[in-house]
C-alpha cells in the first residue's frame, strides 16, 4: 500500500469512497443527502491537505489533515478518514492514522484532535486508542445515529 497526496484526477475514486459512508450517516456529521460534488469540495477544501491510499492503482482510502482551530489553536490539526468498503479490515485506517501521525510534525502541527467522534465508531474509537489518543470529552447525546438513536460524540487528542 502506498500512501500519496491527493490529485485532481483522483476525484472519480474519492467521491466514490466518501458518499456511501455519508449516506450511511452512522459515522460523519454530514447530511446523508449530500451531492457528490459538494462531499468532494468539502473532503478537499481549502486549507486541507489531502492523501489517499493506494494498491495496484486502486484507491482503498482517503484522509484529510487540516487547521482545527485558527489563532492560538492552530498548533493543533484534525484529520478524517475513510476507507473504501471493499477495503476494510485491511490496516487501511491504522495506515492513513500512522501516515498522518508522520506528517502533521513536519506541517507543523503539535497535537491532533478529533473533535465529534461518534461513539458508536468502535472500530475507530480503538484504532486510535491503541495509537495513543485519549478521550478528552464525551458529548453526551450529540450525534442522532440513523439505528441507534442519540448516542455520544467523543473528543479525543494526542499530542505530537
Known sequence: MHIRPY?????????????????AGD?????????PADALAYWTGPE?????????????????????????GSHVCNCGYVT????????VARAMLTHSLEVA???GFR????NFVV?????AVDIWQKAGFEIVGRLPGAFQHP?????????????L
Request: net charge neutral.
Open 84 to 91: 473504501a468498503a471493499k477495503a476494510r479490515g485491511r490496516g
Open 111 to 114: 497535537a491532533m484532535q478529533y
Open 27 to 35: 459515522t460523519y456529521a454530514i447530511d446523508p443527502d449530500i451531492l
Open 147 to 159: 439505528t441507534a438513536g442519540f448516542v455520544d460524540a467523543l473528543v479525543m487528542y494526542k499530542a
Open 48 to 72: 486541507r491537505a489531502v492523501f489517499v491510499a493506494e494498491e495496484d492503482d486502486v484507491l482503498l482510502g482517503t484522509y484529510y489533515i487540516v487547521r482545527n482551530q485558527k489563532g492560538g
Open 7 to 23: 490529485e485532481p484526477r483522483d476525484a472519480d475514486a474519492v467521491t466514490d469512497i466518501l458518499m456511501p459512508v455519508f449516506r
Open 105 to 107: 510534525p513536519r506541517l
Open 119 to 123: 461513539s458508536t465508531n468502535t472500530r
